[in-house]
Nanobody, 116 residues
Framework: QVQLAESGGGLVQPGGSLRLSCKVS???????????MDWYRQAPGKQREFVAT???????HVADSVKGRFTISRDNAKKMIYLQMNNLKFEDTAVYYC???????WGQGTQVTVSP
């Protein structure tokens, strides 16, 4: 059974940086290597929205709203997914979730708050 656990959220000033982590437990390393993984976020009062995705080979795609500021990466040996967030803005405030792509497997989320 695949389980996801996010960490790394917190309070940061505008222009600051955070790195979120998503630990994947359950699959073997060989299985994890094949996983497509996503980051999503949900701001208060808004629908959950796509942030970034990474395929097994390491290719990535990020939403236009975060392009040039956020980078998704993976460490297959550690079964980890990362979201490096730079130049954070007020509108990046949200709960951030990782997901095994195209499934209903989500983590519990980690809160990111951008505030002076």
């Amino acid at each position: 059974q695949v389980q996801l656990a996010e960490s790394g959220g917190g309070l940061v000033q505008p222009g600051g940086s955070l790195r979120l982590s998503c630990k994947v437990s359950g699959p073997s390393s060989d299985e994890f290597d094949t996983f497509l993984m996503d980051w999503y976020r949900q701001a208060p009062g808004k629908q959950r929205e796509f942030v970034a995705t990474i395929i097994s080979s390491g290719g990535t795609h990020v939403a236009d709203s975060v392009k040039g500021r956020f980078t998704i990466s993976r460490d297959n040996a550690k079964k980890m997914i990362y979201l490096q967030m730079n130049n954070l803005k007020f509108e990046d405030t949200a709960v951030y979730y990782c997901r095994k792509a195209a499934t209903h497997i989500w983590g519990q989320g980690t809160q990111v708050t951008v505030s002076p």
